[in-house]
């Protein structure tokens, strides 16, 4: 009984920390060092508020405002064509480019794949798949992680 009442103690306490270290699936390069930033975070999910789409009379999602207003949305695909899923996050991709790993205290590893019309500078905004969950995280300062793809030049 002692040891079940820890297990669940111990999932509870460090529920982030094992999902964040163990199970993902995205990992740093081996043997290279990472580069450390300050940036703001914030979260983003796949719905009409937090991608700007709605839907056009015939029931098909479009860009709901900006010079492509109107043109059809691929909702849940993100700019550089994977589907969005935990792990997933959009940055200004002139500063870090679509395959930098990163990890975000709190979050865990992701990897850049999306960018936003108001992702500028140095803002990275972490995908969940609820909207509810995204509003949770809110608006951090955080110290993170980043591993640039290779090839590529550090900012």
């Not at 163990?22 to 930033?37: C, D, G, L």
């Not at 679509?98 to 960018?115: A, K």
């Amino acid at each position: 009984m002692f040891k079940l009442v820890l297990v669940v103690a111990l999932f509870t306490v460090a529920g982030c920390f094992v999902r964040d270290v163990r199970w993902s699936s995205i990992k740093p390069p081996p043997n290279s060092k990472p580069a450390v930033y300050r940036v703001v975070t914030t979260a983003y999910c796949p719905c009409r508020l937090c991608c700007s789409w709605k839907r056009n009379w015939l029931g098909q999602a479009v860009i709901a405002s900006g010079p492509n207003k109107g043109k059809p949305k691929a909702v849940g695909i993100t700019a550089s064509g994977t589907k969005a899923r935990f792990g997933t996050i959009a940055a200004d991709t002139s500063i870090f480019p679509f395959g930098t790993v990163m990890y975000v205290p709190g979050y865990g590893y992701g990897v850049v794949e999306d960018r936003g019309g108001e992702i500028k500078g140095y803002h990275i905004d972490l995908y969940y798949s609820s909207h509810q969950t995204a509003l949770e995280w809110g608006r951090e300062i955080k110290e993170i992680k980043v591993w640039f793809p290779s090839g590529s030049a550090r900012r």
